[in-house]
T-cell receptor, first 112, second 115 residues
Framework: GENVEQHPSTLSVQEGDSAVIKCTYS??????FPWYKQELGKGPQLIID?????GEKKDQRIAVTLNKTAKHFSLHITETQPEDSAVYFC???????????FGKGTRLSVIA | GAVVSQHPSRVICKSGTSVKIECRSL??????MFWYRQFPKQSLMLMAT?????????EQGVEKDKFLINHASLTLSTLTVTSAHPEDSSFYIC???????????FGPGTRLTVT
């Protein structure tokens, strides 16, 4: 089955700097890769996703890149703000009928 | 995005009692719902997958008689923790999707404390 590795587990950046979180996956059949943001005491919120036929996707300060050959994908947050502080989870899925497989999460702290 | 709600947001119950958690999709028909539990500072652990009108599929190690899941309609799934014990205390989160779409939308979670 699919296995998703996520790094780093914790990340601290200065406000205004960029943050990068990386994930690798094992199943070459996976073709959908979402990123979720979870604030303390809340459920995960889908912030961006990418499909295997696309190499990069951007939404304002957030971007995701995908390298299918290397089986890794990354989340990029530019101009970080204190409200970006949260736990971020990557995930992968092979088809619409199977559950998401999550990484272990990255705790991002943006220091003002 | 699609909206998923959960009720209650927090519940405290005594050991040995049962508690029911509701998960609703507010603006779409959820053909599939998932139930997760999450311990502090850990990732989400999938407990079961339920398709509307069918029996839930439980992950290995999850007791189906203890965690009863019902997905009777396209907008509602319930998780009942039966004979709860302190070790069942956790953050329970549901998610929902429709059809063969990939996107899953999560509820806000329910904090269960068993005393």
């Amino acid at each position: 089955g699919e296995n998703v590795e996520q790094h780093p587990s914790t990340l601290s950046v200065q406000e205004g700097d960029s943050a990068v979180i990386k994930c690798t996956y094992s199943d070459s059949a996976s073709n959908y890769f979402p990123w979720y943001k979870q604030e303390l005491g809340k459920g995960p919120q889908l912030i961006i996703d990418i499909r295997s036929n696309v190499g990069e996707k951007k939404d304002q300060r957030i971007a995701v890149t995908l390298n299918k050959t290397a089986k890794h994908f990354s989340l990029h947050i530019t101009e970080t703000q204190p409200e970006d502080s949260a736990v971020y989870f990557c995930a992968a899925i092979g088809s619409g009928n199977t559950p998401l497989v999550f990484g272990k999460g990255t705790r991002l702290s943006v220091i003002a | 995005g699609a909206v998923v709600s959960q009720h209650p947001s927090r519940v405290i119950c005594k050991s040995g009692t049962s508690v029911k958690i509701e998960c609703r999709s507010l603006d779409f028909q959820a053909t599939t719902m998932f139930w997760y539990r999450q311990f502090p500072k850990q990732s989400l652990m999938l407990m079961a997958t339920s398709n509307e009108g069918s029996k839930a599929t439980y992950e290995q190690g999850v007791e189906k008689d203890k965690f009863l899941i019902n997905h009777a309609s396209l907008t509602l799934s319930t998780l009942t923790v039966t004979s709860a014990h302190p070790e069942d205390s956790s953050f329970y989160i549901c998610s929902a999707k429709w059809g063969g779409n990939y996107e899953q939308y999560f509820g806000p979670g329910t904090r269960l404390t068993v005393t």
